[in-house]
């Protein structure tokens, strides 16, 4: 290991369900460091979502020049979104994500066979760190995607059943585990009750390309996996310099449910209510209110500027393979 990096654990304690899982991984990096002869790192257990992000700027503001700080995104998709955000803006900040979540779907990208190697903790710390394209939305900045719109909309309703859930008794948490990829589907036929949001009207221009229309969504992406084992853009890749970004033209209830396994397994081309573009710059507007969700984070807004920045983070790539087509698999 370098002397001169700080590694950082940051870990999503509510992706450790099994009982004993957290205090084993926690050993495993006790012991590592301990035989290493080096105290050069930290564990941080964050307690609720974004906490990560204040304290990993914090602690990258106290470091001396010229240390690099290397952030390790210990969970799922939620904690890297977290970390992510945490360091963009630091020059010697490098990002690594150990998958334990429930869906990893940033990970998967890098070949779903290589997730064994991601929970390596001495190929984490040995591997060098390759430029990796981000997503800026407004002020957020996601690994894999960027929805806007009825998906979106999914994905809230699939929180809040996975929260009620969450809070309720043992038996409840239990179901909760055993079900949450159920969720996404029930979410998604949740949201087109939302007959406004499936044909919603929205001011779009991609690089100056005037895209304008009634879009029941827009899918940003910049990697192929999406809500585990699904990929509506199996040809995303998180490091050739743009986004894929799909239009799903607006329709009526029916006719969306009908269509969503061809588009979760990518084969919406065949389908005249899509259409796909690749660009670095979207911007959205609209008389309705947006439903945006970056990596499983939701969040609201009136306009958007969605913008790739090319190898704007550096991320540790243990496989080597960055960006796999799930066609690779």
């Known amino acids: 290991m370098n002397p001169a990096t700080q590694h950082l654990f940051i870990l999503n304690p509510k992706s450790f369900w099994q009982k004993g899982k957290m205090d084993s991984f926690l050993s495993g990096v006790y012991d590592f460091f301990k035989k290493a002869g080096t105290g050069g790192y930290m564990v941080y257990v964050s307690q609720f979502p974004r906490d990560a992000m204040g304290f990993i700027r914090s602690y990258a503001e106290n470091l001396s020049a010229g240390t690099t700080l290397r952030v390790y995104a210990v969970g799922g998709d939620g904690i890297l979104f977290d970390c992510l955000n945490g360091i963009m803006g630091f020059p010697g900040a490098e990002l690594a994500a150990i998958p334990y979540g429930r869906t990893n779907n ?3 990208g890098f070949g779903k066979k290589n997730m064994a190697l991601f929970r390596s903790l001495p190929l984490q710390l ?3 760190a390759a430029p990796m394209d981000v997503i800026r939305a407004g002020n957020n900045y996601a690994m894999n995607f960027c ?14 059943i996975q929260r009620s859930l969450e809070e309720g008794s043992a038996g409840l948490r239990w179901l909760n585990q055993r079900l949450y990829r159920s969720f996404y589907l029930i979410g998604g036929v949740a949201a087109c ?12 221009t991609l690089d100056g390309e005037d895209l304008s229309g009634v879009y029941r969504g827009i899918y940003a992406a910049n990697g192929p996996w999406y809500r585990g ?3 509506p853009q199996p040809s995303a890749r998180a490091d050739d310099g743009r986004m894929d970004i799909l239009f799903a033209r607006g329709g009526g209830v029916l006719r969306t449910l009908s269509l969503m396994p061809a588009y979760l397994r990518g084969r919406h081309d065949r389908y005249p209510d899509f259409f796909q573009k690749q660009g670095q710059k979207l911007s959205i507007q609209s008389g309705g209110p947006l439903v945006i969700g970056m990596d499983d984070v939701i969040f609201f807004d009136t306009e958007l500027t969605v913008e790739l920045l090319p190898g704007a983070a550096r991320f540790v790539d243990v496989s080597r393979r960055a960006g796999r087509n799930p066609s690779d698999e």
């Open 106 to 108: 940033f990970v998967r």
């Open 126 to 128: 040995s591997a060098p």
């Open 147 to 160: 929805l806007i719109g009825t998906e979106a909309m999914a994905l809230l309703n699939a929180a809040r």
């Open 193 to 204: 009750r939302d007959r406004g949001l499936l044909r919603q009207r929205y001011q779009v």
């Open 229 to 231: 084992g699904k990929s």
